[in-house]
């Protein structure tokens, strides 16, 4: 009856990860909030028109990535290998929906 | 091969079919027919009887903008050969009746009310013709995917009553159950009709979580179509979107490089791991095996770890793309894969010795919600629910796609039908998992992972099956400009809710959770 | 476990026992998700991830509950069982909505079945983004709307 016992299921030791306390990094392939290296962006839109979900939105001056809309599909990365990395942070979490949104600026 | 053998089944048509069709060809191993409306039932008949065929999906396409009419596709399987018969069957001019599949073969039921909602066509003579998927609320004379509905209009609400199946007699009454249910799953409603403890009928009614996918698949592109087959049902994300991918290269003539395939054999079997571990952990928790749960909890957590450290995501998602897959394999990824699945089997076969030798579970689930033989064959079961009623039937052996034609692996089955054979069908479908992997890693070939799509010319129409942890589904997509015409999904689940539905019956309702857990049917693949 | 760990383990039992006076109670409600969002509530409660470390509860039913955590992009045909859901949670209670498809509809906004996210219908505390989000994100998701809750109160 008590053959579980042997089985090695109570042997486990404590399996709970601390977080938030321990941080739970996240992975190299990641798939986090995308991000733009302005430096070496040409304004080509190439992530716009390859978003599924119209998250990037190309402005005068800046460029608008909102977490409200994004799916985390790397389509924008795929289009712009240059230009575009997928970010590893994911406490992304926002009191209101203009916290949202990341706007990248040129310098 | 497979062509002669189709040839053999148009030969032996019968003539009442063979009058009825004005075109038939056969390409590599698809029979496509054109047929008049009225020699469907014929033609579906004699394939179910003769041919032992299974229904694969049948759906109706809106042409009225260039052939004025609305048109019928049947899509069937005979069993033990590798190829489908398609049937397409135009509607004559303006009209909107075609006469019910469902009198000759059960499993067209859900079908033709998804064709009546969507498309305002009537089956005359189909037993049920009440609304499935949109709910009393939407107004008449609306049908979303005619191609004269825009995707973003939204009707105003109307007054309407749906009527529950009724069971009258003495000592009789209903238990309401739904859409917003006691565990964290998905929305559906449960009407029970019980009498004391047993339940004498149960009526699913589905259509909470539909979200327009087909509609919108029409005006998604092909490229992001992808990401909005993951989406249609959350945990079967790679069997989705291989699906989607697998048609549209179908229809492009892309030829997907070796290496891509073995990496999306490994992925699927990722896919069916995590939710397998999890399938079998719910029945442990619905029988109150706490021990057994929270391990078999605990092995789903560290699969879909081992997801997010290969992809990104713990889900699954962003893994195949149009002709290929994203991210190749590193030799560091399959030295991470091979080590997690040593430790995965030894905990597995652990959890499994511990669930199997507790008398108190067995007891729960020995005999508990028998799906018999029969009723799976009629109502066209899929997966590991039909696997457990002794239908050997499994896609990935007898429609191979991706890397699954060189791999040896069996299609573990059972007799049983009851929960106890659904749970051990699913932990020798793990196994067959763990040696799957390692076969595909192994015979893991050099070169590139992805080809470049090529056009998708407009007009043609392929159709994709792919195993998902739930069983077969179905993707058929019709060309269209840049994005598909007509693209119909059919989930495992939209088969198996009929089954469980029977398979209730008799049983008390406090087995009902636990039954179920063990055919864990999608809400959302159902709905789309 | 460790001291500093047990530290933070009572911080925010107190914070949780000053703004409800006990633990906090959770009703998940999917509004139309692709089941994925659902996988990861599920996965708070495993072993490893484990949120009842915190009193944090996933109850069966809202009228136990303080939060709703609101996934999908609200369906046409959930908008009543939500709106039902919402009458029944005593106040005072907060809304979480989890989840691309929640805030803003995700890759389901715009089409005729679906509303485009829960703040078209319902008052939202916090935003989780998140396709499905880890359980991490949720995690902290949910300590952020405490935190909105304690302004508040």
Same mark, same amino acid.
């Given at each position: ?20 306390? !321990? ?67 994911? !406490? ?16 | ?63 009225? %903008? ?7 596709? $049947? ?7 590798? %190829? ?24 067209? +039921? ?97 259509? @909470?979580?539909?979200? *327009? ?5 029409? &005006? ?23 699906? @989607? ?13 070796? =290496? ?21 952990? *719910? ?5 109150? $095996? ?26 699954? =998602? &962003? ?30 076969? +652990? ?31 899929? *997966? ?8 050997? =039937? +499994? ?66 129409? %392929?159709? &994709? ?19 598909? %015409?007509?693209?119909?999904? =059919? ?26 857990? &063990? ?7 159902? +709905?789309? | 476990?460790?001291? /500093? ?120 505390? /916090? ?27």
């Amino acid at each position: 009856m008590f053959k579980f016992l042997k089985l090695g299921v109570l042997k486990k030791g404590v399996q709970t990860r601390d977080y938030p306390r !321990e941080r739970a990094p996240a992975f190299d392939a990641f798939l986090g909030l995308p991000m733009v290296d302005m430096e070496r962006c040409d304004r080509c839109a190439a992530c716009v028109s390859a978003c599924p979900v119209q998250a990037i939105t190309m402005l005068p001056a800046e460029i608008e990535i909102s977490a409200e809309r994004c799916i985390f599909c790397a389509a924008c990365v795929e289009a712009c290998p240059g230009a575009m990395t997928m970010g590893k942070e994911f !406490e992304l979490a926002s009191l209101s929906r203009d916290g949202l949104k990341v706007v990248y600026r040129r310098g | 091969m497979s062509g002669e053998g189709l040839r053999s089944i148009v030969r032996q048509l019968p003539s009442e079919v063979m009058v009825r069709i004005d075109r038939h060809e056969i390409e590599g191993r698809d029979l496509r027919l054109v047929i008049r409306p009225d020699g469907l039932v014929p033609l579906a008949g004699h394939l179910r009887k003769e041919l032992g065929a299974r229904l694969v999906t049948l759906h109706a396409t809106d042409d009225r %903008a260039l052939e004025g009419c609305f048109k019928l596709h $049947l899509v069937m399987a005979p069993q033990g050969m590798d %190829a489908l018969v398609s049937a397409t069957a135009p509607l004559g001019l303006g009209e909107w009746r075609y006469e019910s599949l469902t009198p000759t073969i059960n499993d067209a +039921d859900w079908y033709e009310r998804e064709i009546q909602d969507m498309f305002g066509l009537v089956a005359i003579g189909h037993p049920d013709p009440r609304p499935l998927v949109l709910h009393e609320d939407w107004p008449e004379g609306k049908y979303p995917l005619r191609k004269d509905f825009l995707t973003g209009e939204r009707p105003p609400r109307v007054k309407g009553e749906y009527h529950f199946t009724k069971v009258e007699g003495e000592g009789v009454y209903e238990i309401p159950v739904g859409p917003v249910h006691a565990g964290v799953i998905e929305p559906g409603h449960f009407r029970f009709s019980v009498a004391g403890e047993p339940i004498i009928n149960l009526e699913v009614r589905l259509g @909470y979580v539909h979200r *327009g996918v087909e509609k919108l698949s029409e &005006s998604t592109p092909y490229p992001k179509g992808v990401h909005l087959a993951e989406r249609i049902s959350g945990d079967n994300s790679v069997a989705h979107s291989t699906a @989607y991918c697998q048609a549209v290269e179908a229809l492009a003539s892309c030829q997907v490089p070796e =290496r891509a395939e073995h990496i999306r054999v490994v992925m699927l079997e990722l896919e069916r791991l995590y939710n397998l571990f999890g399938d079998i952990a *719910g029945i442990a928790l619905d029988t109150a $095996l706490s021990v057994a749960a929270a391990c078999g909890y605990l092995l789903r957590e560290k699969a879909m770890n081992l997801n997010e450290c290969l992809t990104g995501s713990r889900l699954l =998602r &962003s893994v195949n793309v149009l002709g290929g897959v994203r991210k190749d394999l590193t030799p560091n990824d399959r030295e991470k894969v091979l080590a997690t699945m040593v430790k995965l089997k030894l905990e597995f076969d +652990d959890l499994v010795t511990l669930m199997l030798s507790s008398p108190s579970m067995m007891d729960r689930v020995e005999t508990t919600g028998r799906l018999t033989r029969e009723m799976a064959v009629d109502l066209n079961v899929v *997966g590991p629910a039909a696997r457990a009623s002794g239908v050997d =039937r +499994d896609v990935r052996r007898d429609h191979p796609y991706a890397a699954y034609g060189n791999l040896n692996f069996l299609v573990p089955t059972q007799s049983g039908g009851d929960v106890a054979a659904r749970m051990r069908v699913k932990m020798d479908e793990v196994r067959e998992s763990f040696s799957l992997i390692d076969q595909a890693l192994d015979g893991m070939p050099a070169g590139p992972v992805r080809a470049k799509l090529g056009s998708v010319p407009q007009g043609h129409a %392929a159709c &994709s099956l792919v195993e998902s942890p739930r069983g077969e589904i179905v993707h058929w997509i019709m060309a269209g400009r840049g994005a598909p %015409a007509r693209h119909k999904v =059919r989930d495992a689940s939209f088969c198996n809710w009929l089954a469980m539905e029977q398979a209730v019956l008799g049983n008390i309702v406090p087995d009902f959770p636990l039954i179920n857990k &063990s055919f864990n049917l999608s809400y959302a693949g159902n +709905d789309l | 476990m460790d001291e /500093a760990t047990e530290r933070l383990g009572e911080e925010l039992k107190a914070r949780i026992r000053r703004t409800f006076g006990r633990s906090l109670s959770i009703r998940e409600v999917d509004a139309g998700s692709c089941n994925g969002c659902e996988v990861e509530v599920n996965a708070l409660t495993n072993a490893v991830h484990d949120i009842e470390r915190f009193g944090l509860h996933i109850v069966a039913s809202p009228r136990h509950a303080d939060m709703l955590l609101v996934t999908g992009p609200v369906t046409r045909g959930m908008l009543p069982a939500l709106m039902q859901t919402y009458k029944a949670t005593p106040a005072p209670k907060m809304v979480v909505a989890m989840g691309s498809c929640a805030i803003s509809g995700g890759i389901f906004r715009g089409t005729y079945a679906t509303l485009d996210g829960v703040d078209k219908v319902l008052p939202v505390d /916090a935003y989780i983004p998140g396709c499905p989000p880890r359980p991490q994100a949720i995690i902290q998701g949910i300590l952020l709307a405490l935190d909105r809750w304690e302004s508040k109160a």
